[in-house]
């Protein structure tokens, strides 16, 4: 019941909306204060992920896998990292601004999101990941009132045709 009201209500459509902006702004302004702020560098922030992990309460690393990834790929690759993290955020502020490519702008945010939180950044990352989720879980009634009432069925309409039913054509 409240899975089909998030996903076809015009109320949770507004609703969804306010979320989507609250969002979006957050993460807008993240990524533009990264692009525009003189050099973001995050090779502090994951050499410090590295030497200090999530632990549990013995003691013990509990994301072993997620530090050997940020060890051995991340941090040898920062010049990426430092490219795709203030140009990502930036994208997926946008996009839920704009009610665009909404449920793929918050997929990517869910992604930064949980990376943030492996990393051990607790912050506002909770809230934003539970918000996330719901608008993630709305689909297309994310994005009704935005951009998204155009583009989801145009993208519809041209990139996922189906290709003509030629079995049954007779010669």
Known sequence: M?????RESNIAAGILTVLRLYLGYSWLTAGWGK???GGFDA?????NAVANPVKGPDGSVIYGWYVSFLESFALPN????NFIVPLGEFLIGLGLILGCLTTAAMFFGLVMNFSFFLAGTVSHNPTDIFLGFIILFA?????????????????????????PDVAHKTA
């Not at 090779?43 to 050499?47: D, P, R, T």
């Open 78 to 81: 920062i010049e990426l990292f």
């Open 35 to 37: 692009l525009t702020g």
């Open 2 to 6: 409240v899975a089909k009201w998030l």
């Open 43 to 47: 090779s502090g922030f994951l050499k």
């Open 139 to 163: 689909g297309y009634n994310a994005g009704k009132y935005g951009l998204d009432r155009w583009v989801v069925p145009f993208i519809r309409k041209t990139v996922f045709k189906q290709a």
